[in-house]
C-alpha cells in the first residue's frame, strides 16, 4: 500500500481521572493550583490529569496504546514524574511515526479550584511542551454540577480529543 492509500488524519481520544487527596500537588497542565481544601490529585506521577489525557489521545490515534504502556506506574523511573516532559516525549513518538498534531480539544470536570483565570498558562505550557501553536490547543473547564465523583470534589477528570494529520 503506498500513503495514497493511507488516511491523511486520524484522530484519538483519551480520558483521565485521579483522587482528590491530601498531602499531594494539584498540578493541571503543568500549573500548580490552589484548592480550597488543600487536595491535590494522587498518582505515580504528578497526576496532571489534562496531560495524562492529551497523552492517551494522541497514542489512541495512531493505536499505539495508552500511557501505561509507555510510563507503567509500576517503575520508579516515572515516580513523580513531570507530566509536561511525559507529553513531549509522546509528540516525539508520533512525529517518529510520520504525524502531526492538527489540533487538540480538551475538557477539564472539576468542581473546584475555577480553572479559568488558569487556562491561558495551562495552554501555553501544552503547547510548549507540543511544539505546535497555542491555537492549535482547546482547553476548556466545567464543573459537573456536584454529580459524580467529580461533583462531590473526589477526583478531577479530563477528556481530550486529537486530530493528527500525515506529514511523511
Not at 481521572?17 to 497542565?29: D, F, P, Q, T, Y
Not at 514524574?81 to 504525524?99: E, H
Not at 461533583?151 to 500525515?166: M, N, T, W
Amino acid at each position: 500500500m503506498n500513503n495514497s492509500q493511507h488516511p491523511e488524519f486520524r484522530i484519538g481520544n483519551g480520558y483521565d481521572i485521579h483522587k482528590l487527596v491530601k498531602g499531594r500537588n494539584l498540578i493541571i497542565g503543568g500549573v500548580l493550583l490552589k484548592h480550597p481544601n488543600d487536595l491535590g490529585l494522587e498518582g505515580h506521577s504528578d497526576a496532571d490529569v489534562l496531560s495524562h489525557s492529551i497523552m492517551d489521545s494522541l497514542l489512541g490515534a495512531l493505536s499505539l496504546g495508552d500511557i501505561g504502556k509507555y510510563f507503567p506506574p509500576t517503575d520508579k523511573k516515572w515516580e513523580n514524574a513531570n507530566s509536561l516532559l511525559l507529553l513531549s516525549k509522546v509528540i516525539d513518538l508520533v512525529r517518529q511515526k510520520g504525524w502531526e498534531i492538527n489540533n487538540i480539544d480538551s475538557v477539564i470536570i472539576a468542581e473546584s479550584p475555577k480553572l479559568s483565570p488558569h487556562i491561558e498558562l495551562i495552554k501555553e505550557n501544552i503547547s510548549k511542551s507540543l511544539n505546535v501553536k497555542s491555537e492549535l490547543i482547546g482547553i476548556k473547564a466545567t464543573t459537573n454540577e456536584r454529580l459524580g465523583p467529580e461533583g462531590r470534589e473526589e477526583g478531577i477528570s479530563c477528556h481530550s480529543v486529537a486530530l493528527l494529520k500525515r506529514i511523511k
